[in-house]
């Protein structure tokens, strides 16, 4: 019978845990540049990009089935035009007993889909890739960065 | 003023409407081996993405801000293993006012953490990628089928 | 692997559908007798556990996997003080293409959950029981009435 | 004993319907300079007071427990500065069996609470006040248009 | 670009912090006095208020975008008929790294929506007013008392 | 007046908590060796029941008007099929100022809400029963264990 469970985290300590984490939405070069003159008939992209993610963020024990609940000191999302899209960073802080990592990702896939929702209309063949953890620091398995 | 708005879709005709997403995790082949295994910490994760994938898809519009609420009448969110990872379709269909792409992209991108978190623990480096509409179809628009 | 699945309802008729769900908390009798007076420490529970029920109708499709979203019309929860507890019934009404029985039977739920709760403080060994389907009807496979 | 319940609207008939309602939040008037001049530490306030309006529209029957549950067609928060701090209308439409009212007031509301939210480090003394509905139309009951 | 953050609360003390809020109903005599008789037909007004406002405040961080989570250890909503209406004051207290302003506000808006919907067949000119912080206590800028 | 209100839980001490609940659905014989042979059409009954108790226990505050938010530490959900159908055990902790018994009693009762659901097509007359506290401790109030 399948097995499906929360990981128990009763006995770890409470410590300051941070976790960031990346993703990119890949576009048109003209809808980029309509996000960036605000000319897109929904507004404005990126604001809107930035408060989802913050609010996903809140919500990820709500949305991921076996994430735990966690009292978030900070979470910071900031999307930034590039030459192909928007890229898009954000960190999420705690105090708890267990890391923030699916925090700092659900919010920079939310900010994605919404950047998506807003813009769609314009361009139907858009892309969210590398979604991936940056860092991580603060738990027992120790400080993580990824590769370049 | 930055202007921010949901699109009006009281004058769009009622119509059914179907929409696929897809989305990638890719990971090492010794945690792929372990999910198809069944031997992970957290258990079945091909079935915890589904469901995850599923009651995101019905929450859309509590998750994307300028999303109007749909009556979803399927979901189906389909996960297959295959030589990088977990590959993840997702299907969406309504009658409504407005199209459910963001329903299917919402689907596969929760599938995705969901998977990303119960695997996390054994691979830091996973990445979720891809994600993209694959079919659309029943609007004012016309159908349309991604590139292969 | 393991299929789950949101049964597909898009080509149901859409029809006027009806639910009604019964429950019953067990408890002992000067309990009850402090229900009735009103002088528990959390105050009104049948106000309360009305409340709760509606509140927890609504959110049926949240709270229930593969439940469909549906445009409830009505729901009337009645708590009613007997021998031996407290009754609850539930009605739930709607015109689509699925029925009300999970709205129904949440709500009697998790009126009785909110029973539960204001109560506990002052009897540890309440049960929940009898959670069933009274009465459905208007769909497809005709009205279902449940043996007395 | 308590009767508590949902208005049953399922013989109503499915009409369009369109509400606008109007708040208003007071503050000093330096601190309405610096939401003017963005100059606030949690950033560009009215876009957040948009986004937060338009999210609770959408979930008003999770917040007010006797609200019928509504497929909005569109939601507008529309927050403008003024000489005393910032009034907010938002205009709600459906096509339903019952009006949108709430849906309008809840999105002033807590456009209104977001606003103090961001700014309430810069002015403790600030107030929410009339909180009213300006107009309704499409129900049974006629249309209505509060006097000025 | 629009710059939106949740204030990092990481480095502030852990303290006992409690927060009171006011907001006001106001209607005509008759209908107040419809409530006061319990005659009206969504049932008993100052309960579900009540209820509503509770677990408005609970919500609070998925209502107001950039609120952060606490635990919050009490929340009291105490709803009373005055000349003019129905005057609500509400209490939230917790033990937390930041204040409950936010929650006792959220509590007493949330509880004068409720009051709206459940009178407003019988009035639509109500307003919602002077919903305002009464004091506040526990954190680093000391404690706040309003002026009459 | 109806008094409603959350206990004050702000004075009571941090103590680890935990609270085991039981609850059984009854079917036929038939249905029941279904769930086993895994060929009923919504698919994998107790892997998804798994999954909705513990999302559930973590949403317990918000589906229990006056339940105090907690940071669950754990939340097992066991489903075991008998021989009158389904035997549910949940197991919940913390380490907060007040108990778990709600969050255990949530998860055992919506695990058995989407048995129900996804098994109703086949079996109108299930029961869902016995729902109750086997055991609890560490609280104030000392440990209990229910009479078998």
Known sequence: MSEIRMIDVGNKPVTRRRAVA????AMSEDVRDRIRAGTLPKGDVLAVARVAGIMAAKRTPDI???CHPLPLSRVDVTPELDDSGVAITAAAETTAQTGVEMEALTAVSVACLTIYDMV???DRA?????????EKSGGRSGAYTAEP
Chains 1, 2, 3, 4, 5, 6 share one sequence.
């Open 126 to 134: 858009m892309r969210i890739e590398g979604i991936r953890l940056l």
């Open 64 to 66: 991921v089935p076996l």
């Open 22 to 25: 990346y993703a990119h939405v």
């Open 120 to 122: 769609k209309a314009a």
